[in-house]
């Protein structure tokens, strides 16, 4: 019996892991189609069509893991983490104001980032979880007075010098040259990081342990939650979602530039997850891209001010229209519905 | 009044204030900040009619979210609309009252339109779709021409309500606590009256209240009509006390600020918003204070220079908006975790405690009067 449940998971696995294989290899295939349309690019205006599928591809990823990180935090205890975004900007101010300080590698300096992130994350998690289930206006509120003490740390890290930090990665400024076009090695980094960053976090979910025990608690709720061990690790979620963000927040860093309004992007990964279907893993990501699509497409043929707003309307229409997006179910904010007050 | 939230006969649920003995406390108050303008510089008066405006939002949120369970991080749109609404009725020349009347008017159906639209949703949605509505009037508002742009609109100094000239600072104090007083009314009204009962009805279980007859998505629209018609009202008067109407003024960080006043006033009772927009109003002075004061003690006494030094780093620090962030932050975790009904369940609190000295209060003042120490006003 218990040979056979192995021999089961043993196959789930490898079926994933092939799946996963197959895709990528279907991914690296398109790959230097896109990179073709990376390259269009003249005087920092995006021109052609294809430009706009790149520039939307590129902030598209960042949208998804950041929707990405939000859901494994709904998943595992139903709320919504507004300080997301704080966790964005503090990941890439502090990857990038280290290289002032720390003589260190960019890999080095990234990896420690990911990691004092990682654990603010699961500190703050510690923090709301109690409040979890007893009503969404605490929750939101503590989240958003978390994003507001990151966002402290952050500026008192950055001091004010934003714009000026450098933002050197070991990929910026390379490109390499295909059939005349120029292809910009940031770019493609940022894709295949994002592409290795979802398939190892589905992996997690789906085949370990802790894994198994996310969607447990994504599942039964407070029934899982009665288990100390499951209550324990919604902590890792909350720590998958602050490395997920940190690496959101260095990948874009370099190409967006460090601003104070950084955290912002938590808002526009929000209509991405809604769009995608909240609560949907896979959802947040098509979401990212459709999203960032959208922005990029309503950038080159309607108005800058266009661009800024297309999330917030897809969002408002998705709400109206169809609220569960497009991998959600209608089950998913049973648990949250309840009363508004503790 | 031990047990603020029982009631035991029908007449204490239609009454105007829930405590009927307070009423001579309240006159006071009342009294108090009628004289004001006298008694008081023109500094300070001004600092009480922003109070005032912000307490007004907070009302507006009262309703909201206290009354009906919807969240909103978009309450600063509303404002952004009846002050810009005003701005350019000002700017036409008309009367005050009739741009406020029109701002209201504006605001209110707006709200009115949008409750009808995302009332149905689960509440978590309600949140996001009301952040989304506020950032689209932020963008549409800092590149509107008429609005001024990025740069910002002029009010005029001088406005005529109903043909009195409002051109000193106390008159338009009068006219933003007259304002503040209807919307109070309106509030305690509202709270009393059957509405008010289908608000609470479908705030503590949206089953329960369909269960009963209430017709979910037309009370949470009309809440929000009355939200968004009284943050409106809030708008029109910022936009004379403001003088300048600039879009970041109506960012982000306002819907969330006014979000974590009521928060951390309380929602229990209309007395929350006022305890909340007082920590919000004073906290930049109150930092200040603290950071002169902290400046004072590291010149005035002898100490080790590394703590001097800290000191002085403090106090500098204190000086600073960072400093308001974190106080806030700090304030909104505290609430949250520790105090969930806010600054008015701690007052509440405090009060029951005392009354039963030298008893427990036990949960909601029990033991104490078991013992028939202290008797139930209600």
Known sequence: MRTERRLESMERFFDTVWRGLIGGALFLLVLPFLSFLIGEKSGGAVLSWGGVIASGLLRGCIYGLVALALTLIYRAQRLVNFAQGDFVALGAVSAFAASAVLAAE?????????????????????FVRPLAPTSLLRTVMATLGLGFLIRVLTEEIAQERFSEMVTETPFLGKEFIIAGTKIPFQGLALILITAGLCGGLLLFVRHSRWGSALRAIGCAGEDALSDAILRRSGLIAWGLAGGLGAAAGILLAPLAGLTEDMSLIVFKAIPAAVLGGFGSLRGALTG??????????????ISDSAERMTAYVILLVVLVIRP????????????????AFS | ????????????????????????????????????????????????????????????????????????????????????????????GSDLALSLALSVALTGVTGFVFGMLIGRLPRLLIVFATFSFAFIILE???????????????????????????????????????????????????????????????????SMGAGFGVNIVHYRALAFAYSAGMMGAAGSLYAIWALVLEPSAFDLMLSVSLLAMVFIGGMGRVHGVFFGAAFLVFLPEGLAALGRSLTLLSTRTVMPDAVGMGLHRAA?????????????????????????EGIDGVWQRGKNYARAFPLSPGQHGQGARRTGLIRDKS
């Not at chain 2, 009628?34 to 023109?42: E, G, N, Y």
């Not at chain 2, 369970?69 to 600063?76: A, D, F, R, T």
């Not at chain 2, 109903?162 to 933003?176: A, C, E, H, I, K």
């Open chain 1, 106 to 126: 960019y890999w080095t300096r990234a990896a420690l980032s990911i990691a004092l992130v990682s654990a603010l994350a699961v500190l703050s998690g510690a």
């Open chain 1, 288 to 301: 990212g891209l459709l999203i960032g699509a959208a922005e990029a497409g309503a950038g080159l043929y």
């Open chain 1, 324 to 339: 569960r997006g497009l991998f959600g179910t209608s089950q998913a904010f049973r648990k949250i519905d309840g009363p």
């Open chain 2, 1 to 92: 009044m031990a047990r603020p939230f029982l009631k035991t006969h029908y007449k204490q649920d239609v009454r105007l204030l829930v405590r009927g003995g307070g009423a001579s406390i309240y006159g006071l108050v009342l009294i108090l900040a009628l004289t004001a303008p006298w008694a008081v510089s023109a500094n300070m008066i001004s600092q009480l009619t922003y109070f005032y405006i912000f307490a007004l939002a907070g009302l507006s949120l009262f309703i909201l979210v206290g009354m009906s369970g919807q969240i909103s991080l978009g309450h600063g749109a509303f404002m952004a609309c009846g002050a810009y609404a005003t701005a350019v009725l000002q700017g036409s």
């Open chain 2, 140 to 206: 549409i508002s800092s590149r509107w021409d008429a609005a001024g742009g990025a740069s910002g609109v002029p009010v005029s100094p001088a406005p005529v309500f109903l043909g009195l000239l409002l051109d000193t600072g106390s008159r338009r104090y009068f006219l933003v606590l007259g304002v503040l007083c209807t919307a109070l009314l309106t509030v305690l009204n509202v709270q009393r009256s059957a509405s008010g009962r289908a608000l609470r009805a479908i705030r503590d279980s949206k």
């Open chain 2, 316 to 340: 500098e620090f204190f000086m600073t908006p960072l400093a308001q962030t974190t106080a806030l932050g700090l304030a909104i975790l505290i609430v949250a975790r520790y105090m969930p």
